[in-house]
């Protein structure tokens, strides 16, 4: 890491600074705020409005002390450079010309209190690069397409960095994210909208670094990624739509074949949505140097709100790993994934409809619980591995909730999916969490869910959506929908409604009127007061179809589920060797 920080700094003090020829009619970006779903769309940049006061600039390179009390001398910035009395500069429109080789602003091997606000920083490599400094606020300026928006390095310490607009999209694989510190300490990060960026925030072999309040949306990569990092704070963040990434990673880091872990993290009081994992703690590289848990340990995951991500966390390879007082609902498959982790905890956590899982109790003659029904018996939780997790006193929604003595602890343990043979022995009747918003619990598909060749009419069923945390009335519409030639979901546009305000978690389909074709079935859940959650089944089926025949016919013509040329290789070999027995 030594060696990364001289070739910047050797870059940097080197490469000098071209001047930048800018249009006088060049128009200063508005970037609007994010919608109440906290969305954003770039195409929102083109809305482009004139700052007249914007003064146009070259790039500022700010070397040492001396060098910032002459600047602000000649530029006639306010300030002293004083704690109470900061050097300001502001008002400038700095846009390089095609991502050039430099900083727009540099802050490098100084210690007065300076403040940059107001500024519109443009097609930098780093927008600004903040070197061996200390004492620096960054406030209230746009950065759009900056390889690296704002870049901090080289035990850089005390730097406040808030409500910016922190907008790259760059496809640059080098980029290292929105806001990155290497090796610094005490940088807050706050307010902030950081969108469409490689990273959102990337924090390595630093301390005492923390993250709250910002908007962490779209970036290409992971939202917020922590590693080899300790005392990191990450909290009341909106961390959303990381598709194929976490919304928070934690993790280890090599360097000078060293492993760093990351320790003492707090995650706490965040809204987790969209995203691949929503909260993810794993080594990357430890293992294959022999060490595993000694790196990651010390994690506090309380009071967040994790729903609608793929997983909404996973836990793998940690010691003193700890869960607790989450909301976690409507994940696709599991609420958290739970790998080789030792003396963590999981407790009064509210789990909701994560996962398809339904167990029925009933009471029998001896007035003892017995299983009646179990259908796809998948708890919301999985625990792989050695190591002892304490998981008790949450609320399973998917739980029944007898509970004979009253004492608000359910009678039946509530069992946890994997290698790890883990229970909540007290399961908890009621919710434990707050839930300052209410939702609604999504409506998860039963039948059909997936491959089965139907000839007749049949029932389609859901579980029943509910609305937390005081109930209330919903009602369900039934869409059925296909793509030719394809069967995964999420290419389906064409959905056709079938009913609507139905009260009942079921629906009679009449096949009558309806093709011979591969479907999938989607419900819609929806509350008076405007919430709404929604299933599909992932896997298509087919009504009406000889489903032998529409295989082989896929295999040579399209791409029907579970068949392959593979398959019609088996079948040629297959029907090859029952000739010559004969």
């Given at each position: 890491?030594?060696?990364?920080?001289?070739?910047?700094?050797?870059?940097?003090?080197?490469?000098?600074?071209?001047?930048?020829?800018?249009?006088?009619?060049?128009?200063?970006?508005?970037?609007?705020?994010?919608d109440?779903?906290?969305?954003?769309?770039?195409?929102?940049?083109?809305?482009?409005?004139?700052?007249?006061?914007?003064?146009?600039?070259?790039?500022?390179?700010?070397n040492?002390?001396?060098?910032?009390i002459?600047?602000?001398?000649?530029?006639?910035?306010?300030?002293?450079?004083?704690?109470?009395?900061?050097?300001?500069?502001?008002?400038?429109?700095?846009?390089?010309?095609?991502?050039?080789?430099?900083?727009?602003?540099?802050?490098?091997?100084?210690?007065l209190?300076?403040?940059?606000?107001?500024?519109?920083?443009?097609?930098g490599?780093?927008?600004?690069?903040?070197?061996?400094?200390?004492?620096?606020?960054?406030?209230?300026?746009?950065?759009?397409?900056?390889?690296?928006?704002?870049f901090?390095?080289?035990?850089?310490?005390?730097?406040?960095?808030?409500?910016?607009?922190?907008?790259?999209?760059?496809?640059?694989?080098?980029s290292?994210?929105?806001?990155?510190?290497?090796?610094?300490?005490?940088?807050?990060?706050y307010?902030?909208?950081?969108?469409?960026?490689?990273?959102?925030v990337?924090?390595?072999?630093?301390k005492?670094?923390?993250?709250?309040?910002?908007?962490?949306?779209?970036?290409?990569?992971?939202?917020?990624?922590?590693?080899?990092s300790?005392?990191?704070?990450?909290?009341?963040?909106?961390?959303?739509?990381?598709?194929?990434?976490?919304?928070?990673?934690?993790?280890?880091?090599?360097?000078?074949?060293?492993?760093?872990?990351?320790?003492k993290?707090?995650?706490?009081?965040?809204?987790?949505?969209?995203?691949?994992?929503?909260?993810?703690?794993?080594?990357?590289?430890?293992?294959?140097?022999?060490?595993?848990?000694?790196?990651?340990?010390?994690?506090?995951?309380?009071?967040?709100?994790?729903?609608?991500?793929?997983?909404?966390?996973?836990a793998?390879?940690?010691?003193?790993?700890?869960?607790?007082?989450?909301?976690?609902?409507?994940?696709?498959?599991?609420?958290?994934?739970?790998?080789?982790?030792?003396?963590?905890?999981?407790?009064?956590?509210?789990?909701?409809?994560n996962?398809?899982?339904?167990l029925?109790?009933?009471?029998?003659?001896d007035?003892?619980?017995?299983a009646?029904?179990?259908?796809?018996?998948?708890?919301?939780?999985?625990?792989?591995?050695?190591?002892?997790?304490?998981?008790?006193?949450?609320?399973?929604?998917?739980?029944?909730?007898?509970?004979?003595?009253?004492?608000?602890?359910?009678?039946?343990?509530?069992?946890?999916?994997?290698?790890?043979?883990n229970?909540?022995?007290?399961?908890?009747?009621?919710?434990?969490?707050?839930?300052?918003k209410?939702?609604?619990?999504?409506?998860?598909?039963?039948?059909?869910?997936?491959?089965?060749?139907?000839?007749?009419n049949?029932?389609?069923?859901?579980?029943?959506?509910?609305?937390?945390?005081?109930?209330?009335?919903?009602?369900y519409?039934?869409?059925?929908?296909?793509?030719?030639n394809?069967?995964?979901?999420?290419?389906?546009?064409?959905?056709?409604?079938?009913?609507?305000?139905?009260?009942?978690?079921?629906?009679?389909?009449?096949?009558?009127?309806?093709?011979?074709?591969?479907?999938h079935?989607?419900?819609?859940?929806?509350s008076?007061?405007?919430?709404?959650?929604?299933?599909?089944?992932?896997?298509?089926?087919?009504i009406g179809?000889?489903?032998?025949?529409?295989?082989?016919?896929?295999?040579?013509?399209?791409s029907?589920?579970?068949f392959?040329?593979?398959g019609?290789?088996?079948?040629?070999?297959?029907v090859?060797?029952?000739?010559?027995?004969?």
């Amino acid at each position: 890491m030594k060696s990364l920080f001289l070739i910047f700094l050797f870059i940097i003090i080197t490469s000098g600074f071209q001047s930048i020829s800018i249009n006088s009619n060049s128009d200063i970006v508005i970037i609007s705020k994010f919608d109440q779903k906290h969305t954003f769309d770039l195409n929102e940049i083109n809305q482009k409005q004139k700052f007249m006061n914007y003064n146009k600039l070259t790039p500022i390179l700010i070397n040492g002390n001396n060098k910032l009390i002459s600047l602000a001398a000649t530029n006639g910035w306010k300030g002293n450079g004083t704690e109470i009395n900061p050097f300001i500069i502001e008002n400038y429109n700095i846009t390089g010309a095609d991502e050039n080789e430099n900083a727009l602003v540099q802050f490098f091997s100084m210690s007065l209190f300076v403040k940059l606000r107001n500024c519109y920083l443009k097609n930098g490599k780093w927008g600004v690069l903040i070197s061996s400094a200390k004492n620096i606020i960054i406030e209230n300026n746009v950065l759009i397409n900056n390889q690296e928006p704002i870049f901090i390095i080289g035990e850089s310490s005390n730097i406040n960095i808030t409500q910016n607009e922190i907008i790259s999209n760059l496809e640059n694989s080098d980029s290292y994210g929105g806001v990155s510190i290497h090796e610094a300490r005490e940088v807050n990060i706050y307010k902030n909208n950081i969108s469409q960026n490689v990273y959102g925030v990337q924090v390595l072999l630093s301390k005492d670094i923390n993250i709250y309040e910002n908007i962490v949306d779209k970036n290409r990569n992971h939202g917020i990624w922590v590693r080899g990092s300790s005392e990191i704070i990450i909290n009341d963040n909106i961390i959303t739509n990381h598709s194929n990434n976490a919304g928070i990673f934690i993790s280890d880091l090599k360097d000078s074949g060293n492993i760093n872990g990351s320790q003492k993290i707090t995650i706490q009081n965040n809204t987790v949505y969209g995203n691949n994992y929503g909260i993810k703690s794993s080594i990357l590289i430890g293992e294959e140097y022999g060490t595993k848990s000694s790196v990651l340990s010390e994690l506090l995951i309380s009071q967040n709100i994790i729903h609608d991500n793929w997983i909404g966390g996973l836990a793998q390879n940690c010691s003193n790993w700890n869960f607790l007082n989450n909301t976690v609902y409507n994940n696709e498959r599991y609420a958290i994934q739970i790998i080789d982790i030792n003396t963590s905890n999981v407790k009064y956590n509210t789990f909701i409809t994560n996962r398809n899982h339904i167990l029925k109790y009933s009471i029998d003659s001896d007035n003892d619980i017995v299983a009646v029904e179990e259908d796809l018996l998948i708890s919301q939780i999985s625990h792989f591995g050695i190591g002892h997790v304490n998981i008790s006193q949450n609320f399973w929604s998917d739980h029944m909730s007898i509970d004979k003595d009253s004492d608000k602890i359910i009678d039946v343990k509530y069992i946890i999916e994997g290698t790890a043979n883990n229970s909540d022995d007290t399961p908890l009747v009621e919710i434990p969490t707050t839930i300052k918003k209410p939702f609604l619990s999504k409506p998860t598909i039963l039948f059909p869910t997936g491959f089965e060749s139907i000839k007749e009419n049949f029932l389609v069923n859901w579980t029943e959506a509910k609305i937390y945390p005081n109930g209330g009335e919903v009602k369900y519409s039934v869409y059925i929908g296909n793509e030719v030639n394809s069967y995964d979901v999420t290419l389906v546009t064409n959905w056709n409604k079938l009913n609507n305000n139905l009260l009942d978690a079921s629906y009679d389909l009449d096949i009558a009127s309806i093709d011979d074709e591969w479907y999938h079935i989607k419900v819609v859940a929806e509350s008076n007061n405007g919430l709404k959650s929604e299933d599909t089944n992932d896997k298509a089926f087919s009504i009406g179809i000889d489903r032998q025949k529409d295989q082989l016919r896929g295999a040579f013509g399209g791409s029907i589920p579970g068949f392959s040329i593979f398959g019609v290789l088996g079948i040629l070999i297959f029907v090859t060797v029952k000739k010559k027995k004969k």
